[in-house]
């Protein structure tokens, strides 16, 4: 903010706020305007009705106490008083200035007035940076807030751990799985029964299953009512795989016709290289 100065006084400095306006004690008043403090109580008082609330109050014993604990450039009117001060809002100043008819005063209520647009300007724009900062910071901890929820979101997506009992748990996120699928499901696991068969059967996309062991008959009797998976008998696989579309790959750590059984885990493996390098085995087996 730029400086006005009166006298080698930095005039901003006599600028005060109480009950949210800008205002200046009548004393340094004076002391801009060169006269004493009594004349510009009797102008006041030959003049009341040009003086209302906005332009000229006295200050009640809490707004005093509060201004004397701030910084403060007129040490004169801080001193002992008998009364409490009397203080003028920017439009009080301005009528001061046209009735006390001096050139001294005239000069000097440009000043003052400059002073007053410079301080309400700064106030606002401080205000704003200082709403803008809260609203900043507000934002960067509600986006870290988010971050922490969503990451918490992903790691219950990615990795899921079930107890021994946990059956129902088990086979529900199964079929979630499964279900997120558009176009294809491959499903690996060296050993199924009837129950995997009885999720497959509600399954709309197509299914590859690879595995070394299923109930021959249960597959006859499901392959009569339903044409939507394809067997491969293969016994390279030790673990449990689910492969969507081709694009997103879980590794399963029990069997599924065991899930809930016993603890285990199921997870989805991010690493686009481990996806390419299993596709690329299970195109080769015939």
Known sequence: ???????????????????????????DVAKLYQVETKVLNQVVKRNLSRFPEDFC???????????????????????????????????????????????????????????????????????????????????????HKFDLIFEKMDNEKIHHLFFDGQIYDAYSLLC????????????????????ILDVLAKIDQSVLVITKDINQKALEMYKKQYQNIKIRCDNSFHDRFIIIDQKILYHCGASFKDLGKKCFAITKMENKEILKTLLDKIRKIK
């Open 1 to 27: 903010m730029n400086e006005l100065m009166i006298n080698d006084i930095k005039v901003e400095d006599l600028i005060y706020e109480v009950r949210g306006k800008q205002v200046m004690f009548a004393s």
């Open 57 to 143: 109050f006295q200050i009640n014993q809490e707004e005093w106490n509060n201004l004397r604990s701030q910084f403060v450039t007129s040490s004169e009117i801080w001193g002992g008083i008998r009364y409490l001060p009397y203080v003028f809002t920017e439009h009080g100043v301005m009528m001061l200035s046209g009735l006390l008819k001096s050139e001294i005063a005239a000069k000097v209520n440009v000043a003052i007035i400059k002073a007053f647009v410079a301080m309400r300007k700064y106030i606002a724009s401080n205000t704003l940076e200082t709403r803008v900062s809260n609203i900043e910071t507000k934002l960067i901890d509600y986006d």
């Open 176 to 195: 979630d799985i499964l279900n997120e699928a558009r176009d294809s499901i491959i499903l690996i696991d060296n050993y199924l029964d009837k129950s």
